[in-house]
């Protein structure tokens, strides 16, 4: 029953163009044709009015998907308030083979940066990956990252200086015990790597003062990248819960996962009270079937057979 694989991100966007032009003219990143369509079997699983419309774009890496998904009628924008330990907060983490180019490229654009003064080496705990955080101008938190050699999948040691894919995403939670008992006992996911992160260069990266973050990376059953990351911010603490995000919210970012077993899974999820989205589950257009939960935190998750 264990989720085999992150099948993509989805970002929800409101101007499809304008985020679009950011991965295109920003990042130097491929992005394929807008898509416009209404599949009521999907708004469904997402939770929306049957007669949504949906206009997506695919951005172009080697192995991994990344979708933007713009919706109409549209839901509520990016909240004004936003910080890095903010209880919805969900990135994707952008491996550059040389970021301080990528970034310097990047800077002319003027996006608001979250990360003062350029890329911060982090501490050895976290294995001297080099990182940069920003956001886009709708609000999405985004990160640039680089890993030294031997760190982090050797796949990422290939390919020019630009983009070479995305490496996770990236999820508060307030509870990483409840977190870590939801997607490692229930979806099947393992722990890779755990981390502590402090200090001055925590700091830097995240716009925050005295970091103190646990850092779990969890692994779907085939591969080992893109993954999950729990972020588990003991210092500063996140502001108080909030109404989980809507599927056409711009805050709203979409774990899609491949599942082994769907229906045993989705029992499972029901016996153990999750949330969820869909109405259990949701036969698609494809011939295939899905269902949408929330974590315990309220990130979305979609799980497809």
Partial sequence: MPVTKLERVVITVADLDQAAGL??????????????????????????DPSTLMRTADIGFRE???????????????????????????????VAGDIQAVWSHLEKTGPETVTAGGPVLLPPNTGNVTAFKFRDSEGHPLELIAFPQGVGDPRWQQGGAGIRGFDHTAITVSDLERSLAFYTGLLGMRVGGRSLNQGPEQDRLDGLSGCLVNVV??????????????????????????????????????????????????????????VFVSDGLVSLADGGSGATVRDPDGHMIVLLD
Avoid: C, I
């Avoid at 599949?39 to 997402?46: E, S, Y």
């Avoid at 979708?67 to 910080?83: H, N, S, T």
């Avoid at 729990?230 to 491949?258: E, G, I, T, W």
């Fill in 64 to 94: 991994e998907v990344l979708k933007l998904a713009a919706f109409d009628p549209p839901g509520a924008p990016y909240p004004e308030l936003r910080a890095s330990n903010d209880p919805w907060f969900e990135h994707v983490a952008l």
């Fill in 217 to 274: 990376a969890l692994q779907p059953l085939s591969q080992l990248t893109p993954h999950v990351e729990l972020l588990h911010y003991r210092s500063p603490p996140s502001r108080a819960s909030v109404m989980p995000p809507h599927a056409n919210d711009v805050a709203s970012v979409r774990q899609v996962h491949k599942v082994d077993d769907l229906p045993t899974l989705v029992r499972r999820l029901k016996s153990d009270g999750a």
């Fill in 23 to 48: 991965f295109r003219d920003g990042l130097g990143l491929d992005v394929g044709p807008a898509q416009r369509f209404s599949d009521a079997p999907w708004n469904a699983l997402l939770g929306l």
